[in-house]
């Protein structure tokens, strides 16, 4: 059986496509195993495997900000949810325990100063999706239950995840301050952000999608005194 959204009298589902990954279509005749349909954008019919078909979810789930909520947990969905809300600007989303980015590739107005107050304490469900709210729960639980927190940023190249942890930074910077400065008189922050050049000198390289793709890991430790504020070597 082909589960789908029912569209008026036509059933949609999911179909294999070249240019996009996947593309919606309406079901017009079930054959066994396999399926007769009609592309949505532009009306062509073919047959194609039924297990090649994928579930579509309900319209009320468009756009979802936690994709473990998804009725229908498939490639296809994933995707298109991811999509939809790229093109909607709204380049992080939940998966779970998980935050997943899209490189926007443009600078968006949702790291300032007003943002990452609004995101100081609240609960994941309180606020839109945003790296942010994964520093905050980090740092939070950090205070409260006074163990040690960690966050994994991983991607492909060019997925952002030098800038995202430059977020974080940004974020523990801003909210909690730090209890003494460098002899120059910077911030932990600002003295990770100069030492980038460095280590891009000796392990960076030009990839499809990064002229200046981070060719190896990196681990930052950042120590929190008594007050729960930076510890910033003098």
Request: charged share 25%; proline share 3%.
């Amino acid at each position: 059986v082909v589960s789908t959204q029912s569209t008026g009298d036509k059933k949609q589902v999911w179909i294999l496509d070249k240019e996009h990954g996947f593309a919606k279509a309406y079901v017009l005749e079930d054959k066994g195993d396999t399926v007769k349909v009609q592309k949505a954008a532009n009306n062509e019919e073919i047959v194609v495997k039924k297990e090649d078909t994928q579930q579509i979810n309900p319209p009320k789930f468009e756009k979802l900000e936690d994709m473990a909520n998804l009725t229908y947990l498939n490639e296809a969905s994933v995707l298109h949810n991811l999509r939809q809300r790229y093109y909607s600007s709204m380049i992080y989303t939940y998966s779970g325990i998980f935050c997943v980015a899209v490189n926007p590739y443009a600078r968006l107005p949702i790291y300032t100063k007003e943002v990452i107050n609004s995101y100081r304490g609240k609960r994941r469900t309180e606020m839109p999706p945003h790296i942010y709210t994964v520093a905050d729960e980090s740092y939070q639980t950090m205070i409260q239950q006074r163990e040690n927190q960690s966050i994994l940023i991983t991607g492909e190249s060019g997925a952002g995840k030098t800038e995202n942890t430059k977020k974080v930074i940004q974020y523990f910077a801003s909210i909690c301050g730090v209890e003494s400065k460098s002899t120059d008189g910077s911030h932990l922050d600002e003295q990770l952000v100069r030492c980038n050049p460095v280590l891009e000198a000796f392990g960076n390289a030009k990839t499809i999608k990064n002229d200046n793709s981070s060719r190896f890991g990196k681990f930052i430790r950042i120590h929190f005194g008594a007050q729960a504020k930076f510890i910033v070597p003098i």
